[in-house]
């Protein structure tokens, strides 16, 4: 599969948790991307990275979220003390810049209770 | 005011009919256009990608932009059931960040 994948596809748990979601890009693509992905509304840019660096934070990331690209491989989110407002589809997305088209994964569905 | 508006919908047609999905902007900074289909629950795919003033066609699909108005559609010809899902319009400025319409809800009955 030459895709973009997320594991887990879905997570769910309680408030105060901490989580980790991982998004693997797809191969040689040198730019990967968070998003956030609420019911009705389309997706909204939460960071991203050329390689291992993280270029760009939107404000949505709070401090409670951080996201690193060790090696330029692999990416993982992770969220600490979950809240219910976290309740989102988490959307990772690969490009190869120039010309930069995104594509996307399947996402990780994150519900708090 | 939302960088990007899009028709809300929800939206339904019979099969065969002719589908026009449109967004407006206001950031004059963005120079490439995008749409993306997202099934329920599944990640967006991308459908189309332009970045000039005009019309693109891929196949059933035609992509329109129109910078002096800032605004763009998507036009599904001949829309099958297959087609029903929420479709998403995305721009970008030179930078990398894609900003999102909020979807347009399509349903294409049989």
């Known amino acids: 599969d030459t895709g973009v994948s997320q594991n887990p596809r879905h997570k769910i748990t309680k408030r105060g948790q901490n989580v980790t979601f991982r998004c693997d890009p797809i191969?040689?693509?040198?730019?990967l991307y968070w998003y956030r992905q609420t019911l009705g509304q389309g997706p909204e840019f939460l960071t991203y990275?050329?390689?291992?660096?993280?270029?760009?934070k939107s404000r949505l990331l709070s401090d409670r979220f951080s996201a690193e690209r060790p090696k330029g491989s692999f990416s993982t989110l992770e969220i600490q003390r979950t809240e219910q407002g976290d309740s989102a589809m988490y959307l990772c997305?690969?490009?190869?810049?120039?010309?930069?088209?995104?594509?996307f994964g399947p996402g990780t569905r994150l519900t708090v209770l | 005011q939302k960088e990007v508006e899009q028709d809300p919908g929800p939206l339904s047609v019979p099969e065969g009919a002719i589908v026009s999905l449109n967004c407006t902007y206001s950031?004059?900074?963005?120079?490439?256009f995008m749409w993306y289909r997202q099934y329920s629950r599944k990640g967006p795919e991308l459908l189309m990608y332009?970045?000039?003033?005009g019309n693109k066609e891929d196949g059933r699909f035609t992509a329109q932009v129109d910078k002096s108005s800032k605004y763009i559609s998507l036009f599904i010809r001949d829309s099958q059931p297959s087609d029903s899902a929420t479709y998403l319009c995305?721009?970008?400025?030179?930078?990398?960040?894609?900003?999102f319409g909020e979807g347009t809800q399509l349903t294409v009955n049989p």
């Open positions: 950031n004059s900074a963005f120079q490439y």
């Open positions: 995305a721009m970008v400025t030179s930078g990398s960040r894609l900003t």
């Open positions: 990275f050329q390689n291992e660096a993280q270029l760009e």
């Open positions: 332009t970045y000039s003033s």
């Open positions: 191969s040689e693509h040198n730019r």
């Open positions: 997305a690969s490009s190869f810049a120039p010309p930069d088209t995104q594509y």
